[in-house]
Nanobody, 117 residues
Framework: QVRLVESGGGLVQAGGSLNLSCVAS????????MGWYRQAPGRQRELVAR???????FYVESVKDRFTISKTHNKNTVYLQMNSLKPEDTAVYFC???????????WGQGTQVTVSS
């Protein structure tokens, strides 16, 4: 089993910044893919950003140049630095861990991000 604990969410004004953290524990491996998803009320969960153990990153178009995903050297903590936040970024943000893109994903409990206009 893998346990993911997210933190760093909160309420911020438009244009502000937040830094989300996710710590993975349990049966984790150095070779993995970790990412951040978000789900706004009434909408489907969507991928925001992803990073492989090799450092390859992916961002959804709407957050490019504003969000940065990174991992610690031991690869069990992933961060999402969010700058220039917009009201449409408001959502519950979930951390995701999987061995490869085609594997089953483990989820954290989510952290609420609210951006006021």
């Amino acid at each position: 089993q893998v346990r993911l604990v997210e933190s760093g969410g909160g309420l911020v004004q438009a244009g502000g910044s937040l830094n989300l953290s996710c710590v993975a524990s349990g049966r984790i491996f150095n070779r993995n893919v970790m990412g951040w998803y978000r789900q706004a009320p009434g909408r489907q969960r969507e991928l925001v950003a992803r990073i492989t153990s090799g450092g390859t990153t992916f961002y959804v178009e709407s957050v490019k140049d504003r969000f940065t995903i990174s991992k610690t050297h031991n690869k069990n903590t992933v961060y999402l630095q969010m700058n220039s936040l917009k009201p449409e970024d408001t959502a519950v943000y979930f951390c995701d861990y999987r061995l490869t893109l085609s594997d089953f994903g483990y989820w954290g409990q989510g952290t609420q991000v609210t951006v006021s206009s």
